[in-house]
């Protein structure tokens, strides 16, 4: 291989995927580069203009100018950094999540009709081509967030669920079999009946292979809808991966027309709990019992999904 192939090959796939064009691509008045600033804002609650900076290798004059441009279009807030007076926080507004939104919607319809142009049988050989490339040039280094999917169910995901719930709860909480045994109900609920308007599974993959999930649910109570079933592999966490999971559920149930979001979960589960804090959940009520062979705190969480997000 030479330098010129490699050129040659970029140039074929930025024709491909409309990157000299992007705003006409996706129907918006956004470039590639700042429909990335959005994407990185939206996946990552608390961050900082530096911290943009270095994500993505921008100057710091383009950063500010495109910032700028946001901030004039009510999409960002910037204020003081909590932990340094110097540092700049930029948050998304509630304009700037549903331009996110949309922005992911329109790439997700831009790359199926790319990808529906694929026949069926060779897109395992597609898929690894690309995870080839970017084993190869990635030079060892450490998965991104950016390198993380979120995606719908496919065919054997529902059972990775249950799998990969019961092998980790026990493993790392001495869970039993009746946790299992709950996982697999929940899931088979969902499989066999659900709404897919008002419910919905994500399934987050890296390198090709899942590495956690969630579900949003419908609960009894009137209009509310029930998280379940966070979990994020170990070896993927520190990715903002629960993040992720987390705001897709509240961002869906808020725009489905839900009031209240609700989640069930245990005192132990530390790291989990700390995402539904960030994510704005309250604590309503927790007891004490004894499931799943170990005695626990268990937890009930809400967020009201009518609030003002900025606030």
Known sequence: MTVQDIRAF??????????????RQLYAPYTLTESRVIYELAHSPRTDAADLRTELSL????????LNKFEQDGLIERTASEHDPRRVRVTLTARGRQTAALLAERADESVGALLATVPPAERPRLSEAMHTVRTLLSDGRPPRREDVLLREPGPGDLGWIVARNAALYAAEYGFNADYEGLVARIVADFAEDHDPHLERVWIAELDGRPVGCVM?????????ARLRLLLVEPDARGLGIGDRLVRSVIDFARGVGYRDLVLWTNDVLAAAR?????HGFVLVAEKPHRSFGVDLNGQDWRLDLTADPGE
Do not use: K, M
């Not at 970029?10 to 705003?23: E, Q």
């Not at 700390?274 to 960030?278: A, N, S, T």
């Open 216 to 224: 949003c649910v419908r609960d009894d109570a009137p209009a509310t």
């Open 59 to 66: 100057d710091a004059g383009y950063l500010s100018r495109i």
């Open 274 to 278: 700390h995402v539904y804090q960030r």
């Open 10 to 23: 970029n140039r074929f796939y930025t024709n491909v995927i409309g990157a000299l064009d992007y705003s």
